[in-house]
C-alpha cells in the first residue's frame, strides 16, 4: 500500500495502536513536520494544538512510543501509527487514554507466522526455520514432540525461566508445523469457538 497522507486537509488524526498488543493507545494529530519527524528519529511526535508546536509524546515523562510502522487510510486523511510504550501511554497514569489495561501480547503470534511463511517461501541459508522445512515434516513433527516433552519436564520444577523459554520453543516450532501443513492458527481457534459455542 502506497497511500500517502494528505495534508493540505490541514491537521490529520493519528491513532496509536500498540505494535505487539493491537490495543489502542491514544489519538493526536499530527501536521507533515510531526509525520515526518516520527518516521527519521523513530519516535511519535504530534502537534500539539494547545502547545501550537511539535510535541513528541514521552518528551517530559519519558514514556516515548516507539515507532514501528503505520498505514494512511482509504481517505489519506486518517494514520495509523504502530508504535512500542516505553511506559503508559496516557498522561494520568493509565496503559491507555480510555482507561484500558494493555495486556495480551497475542498481535505478535500474527507476526511470527508471517515470519514463518516468509522462511518457507523464501528460503535463506543462513535460518533455522528454513532449515527445518527443508527436513520435511516428519523432522518439523518430532521437533514438536521434542519440545513438547521438554515442557513437561520443565513443568515439574520451579525455574521459571526454563519453563517459558521451553514455552517459547514449544509454540514456535507448533507454529511452523501448522505452517509446514498448510493450516493457520486462526483454524485452530475457529475449532476452539466452535466448541466454546456448543457448550
Same mark, same amino acid.
Given at each position: 500500500?502506497?497511500?500517502?497522507?494528505?495534508?493540505?486537509?490541514?491537521?490529520?488524526?493519528?491513532?496509536?495502536?500498540?505494535?505487539?498488543?493491537?490495543?489502542?493507545?491514544?489519538?493526536?494529530?499530527?501536521? !507533515?513536520?510531526?509525520?515526518?519527524?516520527?518516521?527519521? %528519529?523513530?519516535?511519535?511526535?504530534?502537534?500539539?494544538?494547545?502547545? +501550537?508546536?511539535?510535541?513528541?509524546?514521552? +518528551?517530559?515523562? *519519558?514514556?516515548? =512510543? $516507539?515507532?514501528?510502522?503505520?498505514? @494512511? *487510510?482509504?481517505?489519506?486523511?486518517? #494514520?495509523? =501509527?504502530?508504535?512500542?510504550?516505553?511506559?503508559?501511554?496516557?498522561?494520568?497514569?493509565? *496503559?491507555?487514554?480510555?482507561? %484500558?489495561?494493555?495486556?495480551?501480547?497475542?498481535?505478535?503470534?500474527?507476526?511470527?507466522?508471517?515470519?514463518?511463511?516468509?522462511? /518457507?517461501?523464501?528460503?535463506?541459508?543462513?535460518?533455522?526455520?528454513?532449515?527445518?522445512? /527443508?527436513?520435511?515434516?516428519?523432522?518439523?513433527?518430532?521437533? $514438536?514432540? %521434542?519440545?513438547? $516433552? !521438554?515442557?513437561? #519436564? %520443565?513443568?515439574?520444577?520451579?525455574?521459571?525461566?526454563?519453563?517459558?523459554?521451553?514455552?517459547? *520453543?514449544? =509454540?514456535?516450532?507448533?507454529? @511452523?508445523?501448522?505452517?509446514?501443513?498448510?493450516?493457520?492458527?486462526?483454524?485452530?481457534? !475457529?475449532?476452539? @469457538?466452535?466448541?466454546?459455542?456448543?457448550?
Amino acid at each position: 500500500m502506497n497511500r500517502k497522507a494528505d495534508f493540505s486537509k490541514g491537521l490529520l488524526p493519528a491513532i496509536i495502536q500498540d505494535f505487539y498488543t493491537g490495543k489502542v493507545l491514544m489519538q493526536g494529530y499530527m501536521n !507533515e513536520e510531526a509525520f515526518n519527524k516520527t518516521i527519521t %528519529e523513530g519516535k511519535v511526535t504530534f502537534y500539539s494544538r494547545s502547545k +501550537e508546536r511539535l510535541w513528541t509524546k514521552g +518528551e517530559t515523562s *519519558d514514556n516515548f =512510543l $516507539v515507532y514501528k510502522n503505520h498505514a @494512511i *487510510d482509504c481517505d489519506s486523511d486518517a #494514520i495509523l =501509527l504502530k508504535a512500542i510504550p516505553q511506559g503508559p501511554t496516557c498522561h494520568t497514569g493509565d *496503559d491507555t487514554c480510555w482507561e %484500558e489495561k494493555n495486556i495480551g501480547k497475542v498481535q505478535f503470534i500474527n507476526q511470527l507466522a508471517e515470519i514463518i511463511k516468509d522462511r /518457507k517461501n523464501n528460503p535463506t541459508d543462513a535460518s533455522y526455520t528454513t532449515s527445518l522445512f /527443508k527436513k520435511g515434516i516428519n523432522k518439523i513433527a518430532q521437533k $514438536v514432540g %521434542e519440545e513438547a $516433552v !521438554e515442557l513437561v #519436564i %520443565e513443568a515439574k520444577d520451579d525455574n521459571k525461566d526454563l519453563f517459558l523459554g521451553e514455552a517459547a *520453543d514449544l =509454540l514456535f516450532h507448533y507454529l @511452523i508445523l501448522l505452517e509446514a501443513k498448510d493450516y493457520t492458527l486462526d483454524e485452530v481457534l !475457529e475449532v476452539l @469457538i466452535k466448541r466454546h459455542q456448543a457448550k
